[in-house]
T-cell receptor, first 115, second 113 residues
Framework: AQTVTQSQPEMSVQEAETVTLSCTYDTSESDYYLFWYKQPPSRQMILVIRQEAYKQQNATENRFSVNFQKAAKSFSLKISDSQLGDAAMYFC????????????FGTGTSLTVIP | NAGVTQTPKFQVLKTGQSMTLQCAQD?????MSWYRQDPGMGLRLIHY???????DQGEVPNGYNVSRSTTEDFPLRLLSAAPSQTSVYFC????????????FGPGTRLTVT
């Protein structure tokens, strides 16, 4: 089974600053997808960004971008111009490109935004 | 679309009681799954399904049963509740292809005393 590791249980960032959350994964597959999810205090899981492994270009969604290093099996999330509403738990997830395959989640990083 | 709905939102059970957590989606997703979330442990997969009549075990299936009689519904049954099953439970669904994201329900907070 694939494993997803988030080595930073907690992070903090000053409002308007930039923070990077780390994620590494272990797989022998060449075709897969990676996701970052956000879970605010409301508990609702929200997709932040998605990356296809076959794409070399890093995905970007407004203030959120990823640094995808396929050879290193690394998938970090960069949040620019941090806002108070970014405070949440962030989960990294992996899914094989094959059908019928489950999602694998990391243990999460709790992000605090300091005003 | 209502998306993924879960009921109830909160539940308190006594040890040994049984109950069913309901999950439904209206997006015609083949793939549905149940997770439990515990502090410091992220989301752990309990059971999943890739279509009506097809279910499989995840990482932590003991003490839970599932069935998938329709595309829309995927109930999770706790057979004999134990305090170790105190957790937040999430149902999620997606298309059964790798690139599609999972959509999550709002979660059920279950306490077993």
């Amino acid at each position: 089974a694939q494993t997803v590791t988030q080595s930073q249980p907690e992070m903090s960032v000053q409002e308007a600053e930039t923070v990077t959350l780390s994620c590494t994964y272990d797989t022998s597959e060449s075709d897969y997808y990676l996701f970052w999810y956000k879970q605010p205090p409301s508990r609702q899981m929200i997709l932040v960004i998605r990356q296809e492994a076959y794409k070399q270009q890093n995905a970007t969604e407004n203030r959120f971008s990823v640094n995808f290093q396929k050879a290193a099996k690394s998938f970090s999330l960069k949040i620019s111009d941090s806002q108070l509403g970014d405070a949440a738990m962030y989960f990294c997830a992996y899914r094989s490109a094959n059908t019928g395959n489950q999602f694998y989640f990391g243990t999460g990083t709790s992000l605090t935004v300091i005003p | 679309n209502a998306g993924v709905t879960q009921t109830p939102k909160f539940q308190v059970l006594k040890t040994g009681q049984s109950m069913t957590l309901q999950c439904a989606q209206d997006m015609n997703h083949e793939y549905m799954s149940w997770y439990r979330q515990d502090p410091g442990m992220g989301l752990r997969l309990i059971h999943y399904s890739v279509g009506a009549g097809i279910t499989d075990q995840g990482e932590v299936p003991n003490g839970y049963n599932v069935s998938r009689s329709t595309t829309e519904d995927f109930p999770l049954r706790l057979l004999s509740a134990a305090p170790s099953q105190t957790s937040v439970y999430f149902c999620a669904s997606s298309y059964d292809q790798g690139g599609y994201e999972q959509y999550f329900g709002p979660g059920t907070r279950l306490t077993v005393t």
